[in-house]
């Protein structure tokens, strides 16, 4: 099936030119989350400092969509706290890339989930309850 999608040019630069690809070997923290249809899979790593999120990496076995917004969602996070890191949605992700054509918006979804999967880890491991910040339950299709 041919498509062309419009992506936006902000979706263009991501896709091509991610940020903060790569591991992070001393994470506080690390999220993997996929789509069972896509088969798409997302690793997020986060470093926290006095409660700011200092760093972040990602690595993404996925379409273009998927890439730039992980490489988006991780600049939107660093320098901030996990309260205003929880509050980052997938739509406000997808509005920072100038918008996703619809059957493209569940990528978006992936990168919130890496990131609130990565935020459920370092709770985890620095002994707090991580329910509040475990991945929201994905109710989006897969076209
Ligand atoms: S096609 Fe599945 S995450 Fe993009």
Redesign the pocket.
């Known amino acids: 099936m041919a498509e062309n999608l419009p992506y936006s040019e902000q979706v263009m630069d991501h896709f091509l030119h991610p940020r903060n690809v790569g591991d992070m070997p001393d994470a506080d923290g690390v999220g993997t989350v996929g ?1 069972p ?4 899979i ?1 690793k997020m790593f986060i470093k926290v400092k006095d409660g700011i999120i200092v760093d972040v990496k990602f690595k993404t076995f ?5 890439i730039s917004t992980s490489s988006m969602v991780t600049e939107m996070v660093k320098g901030k706290t996990i309260d205003e890191a929880l509050k980052i949605s997938n739509k406000a992700v997808a509005e920072a890339l100038g918008g996703l054509p619809p059957i ?1 918006m ?2 978006s979804v ?1 990168a919130e989930q890496a990131l609130r999967s990565a935020l459920a880890d370092y709770y985890r491991k620095t002994g707090k309850d991580p329910s509040a910040f475990e991945p929201k339950p994905d109710t989006h299709g ?1 076209d």
Do not use: E, I, R
């Open positions: 789509n249809v896509c088969g798409d997302m996925g379409c273009g969509a998927a493209k569940h990528c992936l897969h």
